[in-house]
């Protein structure tokens, strides 16, 4: 029998019910066992853990993780793919496909039904991303703050690199520091694009975050951090006296103090701050409205 992740069984399945590939769901199926391997080894998936995957496709990695795992959800957003699933995992019994929109899906929920199964194992989130919704996915787990302790996936290499980028490069932004905040980075895998039916126009790469214990810096207002680091990168070109300029009603005089006293240079650009020196400016930015609300 042809190995679920080949192309030819994968063909073999297009052709028995008549599956056409959706551009728009950004469907590029993996097919490559070493990297599915690769994916499984890296996420830690255990005999006690709970995996939840995104977009399963036809299946390949959701059997590998259904060999480790004491259980699998799968969320599917197409259902075209719904009975192709219910044939490649009919022999798997600790598997349940959901049908749905994992941007709409409340994984609090369905992680609290398979706790209230006994099951006590981590949990572990899985999945091949679509290109054009990563970033979405990611934020949306990282900020509902899913009661998760790992989330391995397969992402476009570009995207990779702008998690995983250090300060002072171009590919540091917004996105690095906030999925800094959340949890720790490690790299696990790079995917070419001949690795995927159909091929992409682009490569891939498989990342692990590891969720964080506690916040990796103080803060006075979350909130506030956020919107400092947004601002921040708004306008790249920009020097964080004029990027800043304006926040929380603050004017041009009162963000100099604020870098000042933050130990920051005001003709810095975002690129060049780590997220401790975020974290300080935005609580001076909280100290400076506060201090304006009192009448100082």
């Known amino acids: 029998m042809d190995k679920l992740y080949s192309p030819l069984k994968m063909a073999q399945l297009r052709d028995k019910y008549d599956f056409r590939h959706s551009k728009s769901l950004g469907q590029n ?103 054009y919704i990563t970033t979405p996915i990611v934020m949306k787990l990282l900020e509902e703050e899913i009661p998760a302790d790992s989330i391995t996936v397969m992402m476009q290499k570009e995207v990779a690199d702008r998690i995983q980028a250090s300060p002072g490069s171009k590919r540091y932004g917004a996105l690095t520091v906030a999925v800094g905040f959340y949890c720790t980075v490690s790299h696990i895998a790079n995917a070419p694009k001949e690795v995927f039916v159909p091929r992409p126009k682009v490569d891939s790469t498989v990342i692990r975050l590891d969720l964080r214990g506690e916040q990796p810096v103080n803060l006075v207002d979350r909130k506030l951090f956020f919107e400092t680091v947004k601002n921040g990168f708004g306008q790249r070109r920009k020097t964080l006296l004029n990027a800043l300029t304006g926040i929380r009603g603050l004017k041009k005089e009162e963000i100099s103090s604020v870098l000042q006293a933050a130990g920051i240079d005001p003709v810095r650009r975002a690129e060049t701050l780590s997220m401790e020196e975020f974290a300080a400016v935005a609580n001076e930015v909280a100290a400076k409205v506060q201090h304006a609300e009192e009448g100082y």
């Open 29 to 131: 199926f993996l097919s490559d066992k070493n990297i599915i391997d690769r994916i499984i080894e890296g996420s830690g998936v255990g005999k006690e853990d709970l995996v939840i995957e995104i977009g399963p496709g036809m299946g390949v990695l959701t059997a590998a993780a259904a060999e480790c795992a004491a259980h699998v959800t799968a969320v599917e957003i197409d259902r075209h793919l719904i009975p192709i699933l219910a044939e490649t995992l009919k022999d798997y019994d600790n598997v349940n496909i959901l049908h749905g929109d994992i941007m709409k899906t409340d994984l609090k929920e369905v992680i609290q039904q398979q706790r209230s199964r006994g099951l006590t194992g981590k949990v572990r989130i899985i999945g091949n991303l679509p290109y």
